[in-house]
């Protein structure tokens, strides 16, 4: 066995921060609009927050299809042709337009390339990461209301 050069042993890479281990963002981050960073077809991609009017636009055109995306969780199987009906948009409609809401938002990125190579699992995982920036306000009041409930 040749012997070890001195110096020639790698430092430590330091230990992520808890922030880094659950993906959530610092509060450096938010207050300073720094991109997010999701994974998309096994690469990193960043993605700029919008401006205050940018974000304003984009929310009113995900409203919609939120509200439709929430209102599937009371499907009945009482009648057939509603029921079909509404699993087809669950299934389909939705998350197509979940697809064109994200990459509204992420102008930057190359939708194509991105739909070839990506899952729909890693754009639902950097959907999530996306949304908890352009809806910033509702984190803070959802916490808040936590904080005061907890609190009786």
Do not use: C
């Amino acid at each position: 066995m040749p012997p070890r050069k001195r110096g020639t042993r790698k430092a430590a890479a330091p230990a992520p921060t808890a922030a880094e281990q659950t993906n959530e963002r610092t509060e450096e981050e938010k207050l300073f609009m720094s991109p997010i960073e999701v994974t998309l077809g096994g690469e990193t991609h960043a993605i700029k927050p919008l401006s205050i009017r940018a974000n304003r636009e984009w929310r009113k055109k995900a409203a919609p299809v939120l509200t439709a995306y929430s209102t599937l969780g009371g499907l009945s199987s009482d009648e057939a042709d509603s029921f079909l009906t509404s699993m087809s948009r669950m299934l389909v409609d939705i998350p197509d337009q979940m697809t064109d809401l994200f990459f509204e938002y992420a102008v930057d990125l190359k939708r194509e390339e991105i739909e070839d190579a990506a899952t729909e699992g890693e754009l639902a995982v950097a959907s999530q990461a996306l949304f908890a920036v352009a809806f910033p306000l509702l984190q803070s009041l959802m916490g808040a209301t936590g904080r005061v409930m907890g609190s009786r």
